[in-house]
């Protein structure tokens, strides 16, 4: 009888601890959130534990359809890069440089990544949310989810090789993508956070 009890509690703390785990393993239960896709930690390979994030930023409707399909739909929406700009400069640029041509850290503007996975959205997210090796720790404790999201659009359009390589682009994107060239106009950085980018009722 006590035998049974115990094994009762046990399996109710492990399912406690899968629930609060979520799907794949990834933290995130307070807003009913499920991450339908894997996030690991860029040298650990261990799943990312989402609620490190700050609780502000994980309900935008990009957060949302990046954890269902690991798609940015920040990238190439004009309406966004001014900030994700501005956000790069202020937390990024220190060690990338300027344009992500690379300075302390590596370049983020070429075809070229340090780590391969970057090359996708979910990649790219996983590096910045967990960290990487040498001085690139953990964001989650600087940007929120929506703010990495915006970052990473910025990354994106700052991409200067051919864009046929840009495979996080979709098909159309890339028809129209034009290579950065830091010589020419481009968007300047805003503090604004508008409601298309997860603002306020965004």
């Known amino acids: 009888m006590k035998k049974t009890v115990l094994t009762r ?6 399912l406690a601890g899968a629930l609060g785990a ?7 239960t307070d807003l009913g959130a499920r991450a339908a896709i894997m996030l690991t ?4 390979g261990q799943p990312l534990d989402l609620a490190e994030a700050p609780e502000e930023g994980r309900d935008t409707k990009a957060v949302k359809t990046f954890l269902e399909t690991g ?3 920040y990238n190439e929406n004009p309406a966004c890069l001014a900030k994700g700009h501005e956000l790069f400069l202020s937390m990024c640029s220190g060690c990338h440089g300027h344009y992500a041509e690379g300075k302390i850290g590596p370049g983020l503007n070429d075809s070229y990544w340090t780590y391969p996975k970057n090359e ?8 910045i949310f967990g960290g990487a090796q040498g001085q690139m720790g953990p964001m989650y404790g600087a940007l929120n989810m929506n703010e990495m ?10 991409y200067k090789d051919d864009p046929k390589g840009a ?6 994107q890339r028809s129209k993508f034009t290579p950065f060239n ?13 409601a298309a980018c997860g603002g306020p009722a965004g």
Do not use: C, Y
């Open 167 to 172: 495979t996080w682009l979709t098909p159309e």
């Open 22 to 28: 979520g799907v794949a393993g990834v933290g995130f």
């Open 182 to 194: 830091a010589n020419a106009k481009h968007i300047e950085p805003a503090e604004e956070l508008t």
């Open 41 to 44: 930690n860029t040298v650990t």
């Open 9 to 14: 509690k046990a399996a109710v703390l492990l």
């Open 149 to 158: 999201l915006l970052v990473m659009s910025w990354v994106r359009h700052l």
């Open 120 to 127: 996708t959205d979910q990649g790219l997210f996983e590096t």
């Open 71 to 73: 798609v940015n739909i």
